[in-house]
C-alpha cells in the first residue's frame, strides 16, 4: 500500500493515489505557422489524462514554470512550457530587434500559443478537450485569455497570475460563465498597477467557480518602473512566477485547482462564496430564494452539473432565518440548497429540522429518513463541504434527534 507523501499532500483533495514514475521531461522544438522556431519542454504524465500550456510573463522564461509542471505531471496531468518568440531559446531575442521587428513578433503570439495547443493536443494520451492554461505576468495573462477565448471547445480551465488583458479578453472572461478561473495577485507587485488589474479581472469574470488566491500587504507596492529610465525595477517575488519563491504554497495551489478543474470534476470548480456574492444578497432577503431558484434552473439547462453558490454558505443564511424565527423562509432557502445539492445528507437534515419546528411532521419525518438513508449508504459525501467521521457522528445525531421528535408530537 502506497502512502501519500511530498507532492502528493497537496492533492488531498484527489486521495491517495500511486502513479508510477514519469518520463523525463523533453525539450521540444516546433515551428510557429509563419515559420518561426519555437522551443517547449514536454512533462509527460505516466497515464493518459488532461493537459495544462503554462505561459511566461515578460521578463521570464518558460523555465520559471518548471517546478509546477514537474507537479502537474506527476499529479497526472501533460504539461507544456513554452518559450514564446523573442524570449528564452525561441526564435530571435527581442531585444536584438528592431522596433519594427518587434511589433511583427507581438503579432506572432497567437501563433506560437497556437502551435503549443497543437502539440499538447496531439500527444498520445492527452485528452485534447481537457485542456487547462496558466499565464504569469502581462504576456502570460494576456495570451492566455486568447487562448481560452479562441479555443473554448479545447480549454476548460484557467490560472491566471499578476497580468491584464484587452477589452476582448475581459467581454471574454464575463460571458464564460462556466470556465472554472483562478486568480493570483499579490499587493508586493513590483508592477502597479498589476494589483487592480487583477481584482478588475476577477470583479468582471462571471464564473461562480472563480477562485481569488491575494497575498495582501500593508501598502501596495509603489510604482516605480515607469519613473526609473532603466524601465525595471528589482524582482523582488511580487509577479508572477517569482511569487513561488516567497510563497512555497503556491504551485500546490496551482496544481490542485488543475486536478479539481480537469481531472476530479472536468470543466468545474466548486463555487466560491466571493463569486457568489451577488445570489448570496438575493437569499438574504424574503422572496429571493424564488428568485435564485429560477436562476438555477436556467443555468442548469446549460450545464447540469453547474453550482451558483457554496452549499454551506446556504446553510449559513437558512441557518440564520430559522434562529430568528422566520422559519417559512429557512425551509424555502434549505429547499433551494437540497435542488442544488440533492445527494447532500446535510441539506436533507438540515430541510427536516426546519419543517419540524414548522409544525409539519410528515415532512420533517419523510427528509430525516432520506437523509439517514443517504448517511449509512456512503455513496455520497456527507455534504460537499465536509465528510469527517467527526461531522458524520454529529449529523447522525441531529437527524435522529428529529425522528424522535417528529414521532412523539405525532402520538400527542
Not at 494576456?142 to 473554448?152: C, E, Q
Not at 500593508?218 to 532603466?230: G, N
Not at 430559522?322 to 437534515?349: M, T, W
Request: net charge negative; glycine share 8%; with cysteine.
Amino acid at each position: 500500500m502506497s502512502k501519500c507523501t511530498g507532492v502528493w499532500a497537496l492533492l488531498l483533495a484527489v486521495g491517495c493515489v500511486a502513479f508510477a514514475a514519469n518520463p523525463a521531461p523533453r525539450v521540444i522544438d516546433l515551428t510557429a505557422a509563419d515559420g518561426t522556431p519555437l522551443k517547449a519542454t514536454y512533462f509527460a504524465a505516466a497515464s493518459a489524462g488532461p493537459g495544462v500550456l503554462l505561459l511566461h510573463q515578460i521578463n521570464r522564461d518558460r523555465k520559471s514554470w518548471d517546478s509546477v509542471a514537474a507537479k502537474l505531471a506527476a499529479a497526472g496531468i501533460n504539461t507544456l512550457t513554452l518559450d514564446l518568440r523573442g524570449f528564452g531559446e525561441s526564435g530571435i531575442r527581442l531585444d536584438k530587434l528592431t522596433e519594427a521587428e518587434r511589433n511583427k513578433y507581438h503579432r506572432g503570439w497567437p501563433d506560437d500559443v497556437d502551435a503549443a495547443l497543437g502539440y499538447l493536443s496531439s500527444q498520445p494520451g492527452v485528452d485534447r478537450n481537457r485542456i487547462g492554461a496558466a499565464g504569469a505576468g502581462w504576456l502570460g495573462v494576456l495570451y492566455s485569455v486568447n487562448a481560452a477565448r479562441r479555443h473554448s471547445e479545447q480549454i476548460k480551465s484557467l490560472t491566471l497570475m499578476s497580468g491584464e488583458t484587452l477589452r476582448e479578453g475581459l467581454q471574454f472572461l464575463h460571458q464564460a460563465s462556466q470556465l472554472p478561473e483562478l486568480f493570483v495577485f499579490s499587493d508586493d507587485d513590483e508592477y502597479p498597477p498589476t494589483q487592480d488589474a487583477m481584482k478588475l479581472l476577477y470583479v468582471t469574470a462571471s464564473s461562480p467557480s472563480k477562485k481569488l488566491v491575494h497575498y495582501p500587504e500593508a501598502t501596495d507596492a509603489p510604482w516605480l518602473w515607469y519613473e526609473d529610465s532603466s524601465g525595471k525595477v528589482a524582482a523582488h517575488g511580487g509577479h508572477g512566477t517569482d511569487m513561488f519563491q516567497v510563497h512555497p504554497e503556491l504551485p500546490g495551489i496551482i496544481v490542485h485547482w488543475f486536478v479539481t478543474s480537469l481531472v476530479t470534476t472536468p470543466g468545474h470548480a466548486p463555487a466560491d462564496a466571493l463569486a457568489s456574492a451577488p445570489i448570496l444578497n438575493q437569499l438574504q432577503s424574503p422572496g429571493g430564494a424564488g428568485l435564485v431558484t429560477q436562476q438555477l434552473l436556467e443555468a442548469r439547462r446549460k450545464d447540469p452539473q453547474i453550482q451558483l453558490w457554496p452549499e454551506v454558505a446556504g446553510d449559513i443564511i437558512g441557518e440564520d432565518f430559522q434562529r430568528a424565527g422566520d422559519v417559512k423562509n429557512a425551509i424555502e432557502i434549505f429547499k433551494l440548497n437540497l435542488l442544488a445539492y440533492p445527494d447532500s445528507a446535510d441539506a436533507h437534515s438540515n430541510l427536516a429540522d426546519a419543517y419540524l419546528m414548522d409544525g409539519q411532521k410528515d415532512l420533517a419525518r419523510q427528509y430525516a429518513e432520506k437523509a439517514l438513508t443517504l448517511l449509512d449508504s456512503h455513496k455520497s459525501p456527507l455534504s460537499s463541504w465536509s465528510d469527517t467521521e467527526e461531522r458524520r457522528t454529529e449529523i447522525r445525531r441531529a437527524i435522529e434527534s428529529t425522528l424522535a421528535r417528529a414521532r412523539k408530537e405525532a402520538e400527542n
